[in-house]
């Protein structure tokens, strides 16, 4: 190490140790994974936790094995004996296996759940500290005092943190991915594992996520926009003089008959049709005063479920609140940056409901925005909206033909025949007073 004189001095490789079977605390992986989960922690206690490494190593495998294993009590050394306790407490805990469902082989998931779980307990640990224990000499969690029961009770209470923390923050990575695992890169979760957790901790984010859990990515039809053509998918049968879909049974009449129903166009055809494909999904959320409270997280918990299901039929996703008038667009890719998903959550929770409503301004915008090229290749506009406003009828469907999109609209405990004039699907959004999910039928 450098000192004030420029001159060199060596350090010695650390001897690292715990008390698990089976792990090579000098296998550089292994090492490296102790050391994320207390970058992790350093970040979410806003200061440097000092802990060993070895315990942080510990903590990790916890969460992360199968089936992680002891060394006998008696082989373990003195000055590890409350690292021993800490992780006996863990593995002995009631919330364990509820977290462990979440973190079993799962780097990303382990990492977290470790990093929550030292930065809590070390949180308990000051609390103590202030609340009467401050002239008793501060002892780190892997120095050998401190009594069984003390511990164990100080790691159930960090450890029902982490549970609530974990759980969250899985369904915050199934809603990043659109319920297509394995779509952002792990390396890019590692970076921003941290600012996960704290939308994991977020109390608007929470409640979306719990509404949230009971809506489909697929419970919102969209129906597949399609075109004429003769070469296309048979879908049925029409009348008509197109010798090209002719059905084959048709030939078998007489000439005359034939040519008779050629000639007054009556000769029975296949209607057949050419999918244009999917393209970006923009989304309107209506953010008006009549909005706010549950009608609100009802909403952000729709627009995060069309979320998925652009990630799960691999559309680009735009969004953009309104109220009197429209809010800045937001954007998030095919193929999305976690950065990407992390700042539309974060900004989809931060908004409240507020001010007055133009429906109209807000979906035409949203044509202008798709005739002028600033989005391109939009077939459907999904409106969510509690529908207390007048539409503009005329103006409004001239502006999504002239667009060449669909308004799906989607009423959260609304009513508006006007808006359901220019739709091209109309649902209602309806609570389940029991279970407190979303039902989205058809109206």
């Known amino acids: 190490m450098a000192g004030t004189s420029g001159k060199v001095r060596i350090v010695l490789k650390e001897k690292i140790s715990g008390v698990l079977r089976s792990i090579d605390y000098e296998d550089p992986v292994v090492r490296y994974r102790g050391s994320k989960v207390l970058r992790i922690a350093d970040l979410l206690a806003d200061k440097k936790v000092n802990i060993p490494l070895g315990l942080a190593i510990d903590i990790f ?3 992360y094995l199968p089936m992680p294993l002891l060394r006998d009590k008696e082989g373990v050394d003195k000055s590890k004996q409350k690292h021993y306790r800490i992780i006996d407490s863990i593995l002995r805990s009631s919330f364990i296996h509820d977290i462990r469902s979440k973190t079993v082989v799962d780097g990303l998931m382990s990492s977290i759940a470790a990093g929550v779980f030292i930065s ?3 949180r308990i640990q000051q609390e103590k500290m202030k609340g009467g224990n401050a002239k008793v000499k501060r002892k780190e969690p892997g120095e050998a005092e401190g009594s ?12 029902a943190n982490t549970a609530r923390d974990v759980d969250n923050a899985k369904k915050l ?5 659109g319920d297509q695992p394995g779509s952002v890169s792990m390396m890019a979760y590692e970076e921003y594992g941290p600012e996960l957790i704290r939308l994991a901790r977020n109390t608007e984010v929470r409640k979306i996520l719990d509404i949230l859990t009971g809506i489909k990515p697929w419970s919102i039809p969209i129906p597949e926009k399609k075109q004429r053509f003769k070469h296309g998918e048979i879908t049925g049968y029409e009348l008509g003089r197109d010798i090209e879909r002719i059905v084959p049974s048709i030939l078998a009449l007489p000439d005359e008959l034939f040519y008779l129903r050629f000639l007054e166009g009556r000769l029975l055809l296949y209607q057949k049709v050419l999918s244009q494909g999917r393209g970006p999904l923009y989304v309107l959320l209506d953010k008006s005063g009549s909005m706010d409270g549950m009608k609100m997280i009802w909403a952000k918990a729709v627009a995060l479920s069309l979320y998925m299901r652009a990630m799960k039929e691999h559309r680009e996703f735009y969004f953009r609140f309104f109220d009197s008038i429209p809010h800045p667009l937001a954007h998030v890719s095919k193929h999305p940056k976690v950065s990407e998903v992390l700042k539309l959550i974060d900004y989809i929770a931060r908004v409240k409901g507020s001010g007055g409503t133009d429906i109209s301004k807000a979906i035409i915008t949203a044509c202008n925005d798709i005739r002028k090229g600033s989005v391109r290749n939009v077939g459907d506009i ?5 529908g207390v406003d007048r ?11 002239k667009a060449n999109v669909r308004l799906i609209a989607i009423m959260i405990l ?10 091209t699907k109309y649902y209602s959004v309806v609570k389940l007073s029991q279970q407190n999910i979303l039902k989205i039928i058809e109206s």
């Open 61 to 63: 495998y916890a969460f």
């Open 120 to 122: 809590e307990y070390q």
């Open 148 to 159: 069984e029961s003390e511990i164990r009770k100080d790691v159930e209470k960090a450890i």
């Open 173 to 177: 990575r199934m809603l990043i991915e």
């Open 382 to 386: 999904v409106l969510i909206t509690d």
């Open 391 to 401: 539409i503009a009828e005329q103006l409004v469907s001239y502006n999504l033909k």
């Open 414 to 423: 609304g009513e508006n025949r006007s808006l359901r004039n220019v739709s």
